[in-house]
């Protein structure tokens, strides 16, 4: 066996990381400072959304090649993960940001009322058109990373949880996967908030993420396991993740309940708030320092890319390949 390889951090970026440093025949051990349930990682708040295409309306072109590469890896290494598609609807008013969004994004089809309700009935003749983008998915990331830890442990990872580790005080090759505990180390590094609410309603049932067009950010409703819903999310550039705020809460929950009425009966189960680590440019950033790799600057993307910062990451210490687009050296 290889030389062993230690990953700080088991959010999304960590965990693919090392599980396919495992796959490649190494020795990994994650070093994790929470508990199992994750609570404090930007991981476990996410939406989960693997939509390299609709992405395509403001995220840079690395994010879109990534994005694609890593919903090959989904399906591969998770066959379960929900690979049906995405759904972008818009009310009347907002037609002209559906009509920027089919101009901007690619892989989508244009379809009308009847295809709507066969592929999601719950919203038969509530909207005239969509966009539909077949070859997007959507995981759900509190059973994702619990899977993904238990796949790593499979092929013989470890994941110590509880330990609090200076990836600079590690042996050997090290890749930190801090996300935003890594920011005293980079100052570049920021936080940007996302809020989200979850629902529980058995009164109606989606397959996939819906979208809405919205003039401040784009909110979704992404379907969850036992009649739950996330609904998502703000894009706030403030470091202040106290809590959600009342105006928040109430433009999701309007937008989801402007998706379908029957969202006004539902039980609201948690509001959720997170920060998001972020570059300046948006972009997410391999950096080689020696045998200290960073991974970082996942932003609004992490689970959408991660698989293919991982396997770069793998390919780099297997054999040395560069990706000259997300990896700098110093
Ligand atoms: C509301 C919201 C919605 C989102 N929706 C989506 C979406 O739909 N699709 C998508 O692709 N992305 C989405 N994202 C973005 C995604 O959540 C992030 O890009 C991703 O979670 C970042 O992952 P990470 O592994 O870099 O960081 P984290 O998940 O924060 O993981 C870092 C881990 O490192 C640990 N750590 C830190 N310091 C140490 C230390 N010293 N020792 C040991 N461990 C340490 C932390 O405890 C943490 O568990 C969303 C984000 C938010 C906030």
Not at 268 to 294: M, N, W
Request: overall charge neutral; charged content about 25%; hydrophobic content about 40%.
């Amino acid at each position: 066996m290889s030389e062993p390889v230690s990953v700080v951090g088991a959010g999304i970026a960590g965990t693919w990381t090392a599980l396919l440093l495992a796959e490649s025949g190494r020795r990994v051990t994650v070093y994790e400072r929470q508990d199992e349930a994750m609570t404090g990682a930007t991981s476990h708040w996410a939406g989960g959304m693997l939509a390299p295409d609709c992405e395509g309306d403001g995220a840079e072109p690395v994010v879109i090649r990534l994005g694609h590469r890593s919903v090959q890896l989904w399906r591969s290494h998770l066959p379960e993960t929900p690979l049906n598609g995405s759904l972008v609807v818009s009310h009347p008013r907002d037609r002209a940001d559906l009509e920027r969004l089919a101009r901007q994004t690619a892989g989508h089809e244009r379809i009308g009322a009847a295809r709507i309700g066969e592929i999601e009935p719950a919203l038969a003749g509530r909207f005239r058109e969509a966009l539909f983008y077949p070859g997007e998915g959507h995981v759900e990331p509190r059973r994702a990373l619990p899977a993904l830890h238990a796949k790593l442990r499979s092929l013989g990872g470890e994941i110590r949880f509880g330990a609090d580790v200076r990836p600079e005080a590690l042996d050997g090759t090290v890749v930190d996967c801090r996300g935003l505990g890594a920011r005293e180390a980079q100052p570049e590094l920021r936080g940007v908030k996302g809020e989200t609410v979850l629902v529980e309603t058995a009164e109606i049932a989606l397959s996939r993420p819906v979208r809405l067009m919205h003039p401040r950010w784009p909110i979704y409703v992404i379907p969850r396991a036992n009649n739950r819903f996330l609904i998502g999310a703000s894009t706030i550039e403030t470091e202040d993740a106290a809590g959600v705020t009342l105006r928040s809460a109430l433009e999701l929950m309007t937008a989801a309940y402007t998706v379908h009425p029957a969202f006004g009966e539902a039980r609201i189960v948690e509001l959720g708030t997170a920060l998001r680590p972020a570059y300046p440019d948006h972009s997410p950033r391999i950096a080689v320092a020696g045998r200290q790799i960073t991974v970082n600057g996942l932003y609004r993307h992490g689970f959408l890319i991660a698989p293919a910062l991982g396997e770069l990451v793998a390919n780099y210490i297997a054999e040395g390949t560069r990706d000259n687009e997300v990896m700098r050296w110093s």
